[in-house]
């Protein structure tokens, strides 16, 4: 599996969209197919909801914006898991890395309002990435020295940090103008991370395509991308060559967490404008989704996040035009999830 990823990133770009289209192209069709006949069986009319997706999503600038926008933290948060996976190691963690990468850059943002933007906004990267960073060090440090397994801890972590968030926005950070829901002040004009057109088209995007461009190259043209790839391939004969072991895994998940934290630092910003109880639908989930079936490809995370994006408004739309729940959206990922590990299986 290792060695595949490695031989992935060594190709040219037009042969990995070669691969990877018609790949996401099927999964589509595929699970679209099987997601009508249950849309069926509930008495809903599939055809019109896609003809609605196809209206209100495709059909115009400001739909099309918004799949842009649902894209921006899968792509951050789906490098997140890629890059510890290319040491063997599982980062389920996204989640919660997300949530206190936006709490600590809430802080920056509460504590230096006067701050110019030129200022603050790079002050609230930093500690977005910082405390992203903070809630992946300690599973990190647990997995470096073989006392728990970073999936559990990770995991386990995701439940904890929207209780901080939560604490926070309840108690000294609770706005006084906001007395049935609880939420911290808005942002000054100086925290708040600029858009694109008049869309909420933010920064965060170029933070996300930036960030897969460098995690394609540390791995694919680097000394630290060679080390991974030896640790993920065979950690103990690495750690006999005297690569440190310990000391890459503490470093890696430590980043892989400061990347999502920068996307829950881009949502509270672009997005939010200020700190809120259910700050994300799900995205370090989702991005952990969006990884695991792009292979580790720099170009896959972009075509699979794309087609995520694609899910989460169809999902909106259902709710809208056909009173369907908001939660067929997961059952429309895990449509996809099973055509993939049927594929996988088949290719066994």
Known sequence: MQHDIALTLRRPVF?????????????????LAIFALLLLAAGKDPLQAYRDTAVYVFGNGY????????????LLTAVAVSLPARMGLINVGGEGQFY?????????ALMFPDLPAWLLLPLMTVLGFAGGALWALLPGVLRAVRLVN???STLLLNYVAP?????????????????SYPESPAFS?????????????????IFGLAGLALYSFVLGHTRWGLRMRAIGGNAEASLRLGIPVPGTIVAVMSIAGGVAGIAGMAEVSAIQGRLVAGLSPGYGFMGFLVA???????????????LFAVISSIGDILQITQGVPYSVVNVLMAVILFIVLGQRRAGS
């Not at 739909?63 to 899968?74: C, D």
């Not at 206190?100 to 920056?108: C, F, K, N, P, Y």
């Not at 209780?163 to 007395?179: C, K, T």
Request: no cysteine; aromatic share 10%.
């Open 189 to 205: 004009d100086a925290a708040r991370l600029p858009s694109f057109a008049g869309t909420r088209v933010h920064v965060g995007l």
């Open 15 to 31: 042969r990995i969209m070669k691969l990877q289209v018609p790949r996401a192209a099927v999964i589509a069709l595929v699970s």
């Open 63 to 74: 739909g099309f914006s918004e799949l842009l926008v649902r894209m921006t933290p899968l």
């Open 292 to 306: 695991w079936l792009a292979g580790g490809s720099a170009i896959g995370i972009v075509i699979m996040a794309f």
């Open 150 to 152: 970073e999936t559990i």
């Open 163 to 179: 209780l901080i968030v939560s604490y926070f926005i309840f108690g000294p950070w609770r706005s006084s103008e906001s007395a």
């Open 100 to 108: 206190m990468g936006a709490w600590l850059a809430t802080g920056g």
